[in-house]
């Protein structure tokens, strides 16, 4: 199914600097590290406080690993599928989406790949994590905790397949199955979406903190908005941001798994051993 388009139509113009970015995050983890903290145990003055994170995140990484599988494997089925049906139409839309952009809909797509930054994501969860902690919310200490966990699983997923798939970027190639795995290649990184990954990761934590239905809806419609942005603007195919919405929503669903998993709390299960019934205790201690 090939393009009758020529390439130079898909070239979207020079990438945008990240650089701005990258000094913004550094600058609010500058002003957090800076600020005098209160809080008894957080990551900035406990190192008690840095081991269980670091526990945290190696017990989050082993759920969310075995996630697709177990408990999640009817939704793996049906993202499978989504992205099957996505990676067939790939280049149609792709050529539906190509050439100039201009007027509301160029406006609109230009907020949604600016508020999905990777990068900005971080710092809003440091700026989250560091207010708590100055002011000794729990609360909002724990929200930005939860953002962060969900970030680094979803971001790291995601910069480790880009690397090893090596699929082109649509605006870089013709086809679709255009490929240079384990290559690292620029423009080269096109499955899955980071900003996508990430986007869904925030809208999964947040709306789990968000009571109204209206309000989980508004979360999952901006992060809807970040992902069809990649493909309108042509930096991403279809599939790309159908796999990566899949890794942020595990991601953001496996840190809320654990620590729904209250220490102490132990659940008993049916075992066999050698053909005699017995019982195991589950649970995280």
């Given at each position: 199914?090939?393009?009758t388009?020529?390439?130079?139509?898909?070239?979207p113009?020079?990438?945008?600097?990240?650089i701005p970015?990258?000094?913004?995050?550094?600058s609010l983890l500058?002003?957090?590290?800076?600020?005098?903290?209160?809080?008894?145990e957080?990551?900035?003055t406990?190192?008690?406080?840095?081991?269980?994170?670091a526990g945290?995140l190696?017990g989050e990484?082993?759920?969310?690993?075995?996630g697709?599988?177990?408990?999640?494997?009817?939704?793996?089925?049906v993202?499978?599928?989504?992205?099957?049906?996505?990676?067939?139409?790939?280049?149609?839309?792709?050529?539906?989406?190509?050439g100039?952009?201009?007027g509301?809909?160029?406006?609109?797509?230009?907020?949604?790949?600016?508020?999905?930054?990777?990068l900005?994501?971080?710092?809003?969860?440091?700026?989250?994590?560091?207010?708590?902690?100055?002011t000794?919310?729990t609360?909002?200490?724990?929200l930005?905790?939860?953002?962060?966990e969900?970030?680094?699983?979803?971001?790291?997923?995601?910069?480790?397949?880009?690397g090893v798939?090596?699929?082109?970027?649509?605006?870089?190639v013709?086809?679709?199955?255009?490929?240079r795995p384990?290559?690292?290649?620029?423009?080269?990184d096109?499955?899955?979406?980071?900003?996508?990954a990430s986007?869904?990761?925030?809208?999964h934590?947040?709306?789990?903190?968000?009571?109204?239905?209206?309000?989980?809806?508004a979360?999952?419609?901006?992060?809807?908005?970040?992902?069809?942005?990649?493909?309108?603007?042509?930096?991403?195919?279809?599939?790309?941001?159908?796999l990566?919405?899949a890794?942020?929503?595990?991601?953001?669903?496996?840190?809320?798994r654990?620590?729904?998993?209250?220490?102490?709390?132990?659940t008993i299960?049916?075992?066999?051993i050698?053909?005699?019934?017995?019982v195991?205790?589950?649970?995280k201690?």
């Open positions: 199914m090939g393009s388009l020529p390439l130079r139509q898909h070239t113009g020079p990438r945008p600097s990240r970015s990258l000094i913004g995050f550094l500058f002003l957090l590290l800076t600020t005098p903290l209160h809080a008894a957080n990551v900035f406990s190192g008690k406080a840095v081991a269980e994170e945290r190696a990484t082993k759920l969310f690993l075995k697709p599988v177990d408990p999640y494997l009817t939704e793996t089925a993202a499978a599928t989504l992205f099957g049906v996505a990676y067939v139409f790939d280049e149609k839309i792709r050529d539906e989406f190509a100039p952009h201009h509301v809909m160029k406006g609109i797509t230009n907020v949604g790949n600016a508020v999905s930054d990777p900005l994501h971080l710092g809003v969860a440091a700026v989250f994590y560091g207010a708590g902690a100055a000794d919310n609360k909002v200490m724990g930005g905790e939860e953002m962060g969900a970030l680094l699983l979803a971001d790291g997923t995601v910069f480790v397949l880009k798939i090596g699929r082109g970027r649509p605006y870089q013709e086809s679709s199955t255009s490929y384990l290559q690292y290649k620029g423009g080269y096109s499955l899955p979406s980071m900003h996508t986007t869904f990761a925030l809208a934590v947040l709306s789990s903190r968000t009571d109204s239905i209206a309000g989980k809806l979360w999952y419609g901006g992060a809807g908005l970040v992902a069809f942005s990649r493909v309108y603007q042509t930096k991403h195919w279809a599939s790309d941001v159908v990566a919405a890794i942020g929503e595990l991601a953001g669903a496996t840190v809320g654990y620590r729904s998993l209250a220490p102490g709390g132990v299960a049916p075992l066999s050698e053909g005699t019934p017995a195991a205790v589950v649970g201690f």
